[in-house]
């Protein structure tokens, strides 16, 4: 059993950046592929980005790329999302999620733990 703890959400305004963190705890962190959602008020849950499991593979959704950098670091059991250039509509609840899953990693349904969620709010 995995648990993950995200923080570093916030209020920021466009243009600006922010870092969320998630902290693993529970298990053996570099057995899992580690992915960021969010999901926006009324809106289904999207996924952001992933990372493997050794962090030399990543991939991101087109409305983020170039703008969203994710990392990880296996000593410290935590993955990162970087977040630059924040938009409007950027602005929901993100969560980090871990799976064993090999494909179809844009799916929510292919994580098997979820972190409770960091709000951030990118004011216009």
């Known amino acids: 059993q995995v648990q993950l703890e995200e923080s570093g959400g916030g209020l920021v305004q466009a243009g600006g950046s922010l870092r969320l963190s998630c902290a693993a705890s529970?298990?053996?962190?570099?057995?899992?592929?580690m992915g960021w959602f969010r999901q926006a008020p009324g809106k289904e849950r999207e996924f952001v980005s992933v990372?493997?499991?050794?962090?030399?593979?990543?991939d991101y959704a087109d409305s983020v790329k170039g703008r969203f950098t994710i990392s990880r670091d296996n000593a410290k059991n935590t993955v990162y999302l970087q977040m630059n250039t924040l938009k409007s509509e950027d602005t929901a609840v993100y969560y980090c999620?871990?799976?064993?899953?090999?494909?179809?990693?844009?799916?929510?349904?292919?994580?098997?733990?979820w972190g409770q969620g960091t709000q951030v709010t990118v004011s216009s």
């Open positions: 999620a871990a799976t064993t899953s090999v494909y179809g990693l844009s799916s929510p349904y292919k994580y098997d733990y």
């Open positions: 529970g298990g053996t962190f570099s057995s899992y592929r």
């Open positions: 990372i493997s499991r050794n962090g030399g593979s990543t």
